[in-house]
């Protein structure tokens, strides 16, 4: 089957949102917004007030321009505020991942040490990516180091500033010590899986708020692990995996031991008192959530 739609100007759209019954009166330059956002992005935040079936692209009664872009406008938002936190995880763990296997083998270049890890075949994969990586830094320090070392590669810490998260969570993983990764696993409260897991979640997440993909409602096939006993507090078993609200559970859970007194919880609440209108449980967020002992102040 080939794509037959054909374009339509932003006045062409308004039209046909209307038509479908959405009422664009409370946005005083609706077509402006439909610029600036683009219609495809912002269709995105309309489709919850779509009438079942959703495929006959009908508005429920009393829909409006303006809840979608609420809805957007929350949206915006709540990636700044969960980018935030991914922010001070991402830099807690490249500098923890790189002391710890420092100070345990004493070896500033295991990164490119072929001995340190437990599989060939992924790590010449891994190695491949930091070549490239290097060769296209524009980093002060990568450039610095080129021209004032014959080494082949830059220590340690230096490669992991410039290597994607999700790089060095494959590095993490292959690492041959079992006992060198139980102790990074363990300074986040977690086991190995699980540190590997959660990682590979902070990381999907991530890349959404970076290409400021719809976060809100997103819901992920990848399922987390959890541990069987946690060694800090956690929430219930009836917190459904793949919702964004254990993605935000996984992530305070790493702010909590960064950060202990952070304040993630008090922007989140902020939030969503803001946007009272968002429908929480669309997000996963279960009843009385704030009571969860994860949550508790």
Known sequence: MRYTK???SPTELL??????????????????????????????YLYPFLKVPKSEHRYKSGSTLGSAVSLYEF???FRQL???????IEVAVRSTITNIVCAETGDVF??????????????NKTLALIDKEIQTSREDFILHFKQSYDDPYPPSWMIAEIIPLGTLTRLYENIASNQIRKKIARYFGLTVPVFV?????????????????????RSLSLRALTMTRPLRPWVDNNVQQGRVFFTLCILKHFVDIIRPNNT????????LSKYHMVDTSAMGFVKNWQSQPLWKE
């Open 197 to 217: 897991s959660w990682m590979t979640i902070v990381t999907l997440t991530r890349n959404s708020c970076c290409h400021h993909a719809r976060l809100w409602n």
């Open 82 to 88: 969960v980018f935030d936190q991914i922010e001070r």
């Open 264 to 271: 993630f919880k008090q922007r989140l609440v902020a939030l």
């Open 6 to 8: 054909h374009y339509s």
């Open 15 to 44: 039209t046909i949102l209307q038509d479908r019954g959405l009422d664009c009166s409370d946005i005083d330059d609706a077509e402006s917004i439909l610029r600036s956002v683009g219609y495809y992005r912002l269709s995105g």
């Open 110 to 123: 295991w990164m490119t040490n072929p001995s340190r890890f437990a599989h060939s075949d992924k790590y």
């Open 75 to 77: 949206d915006r938002e």
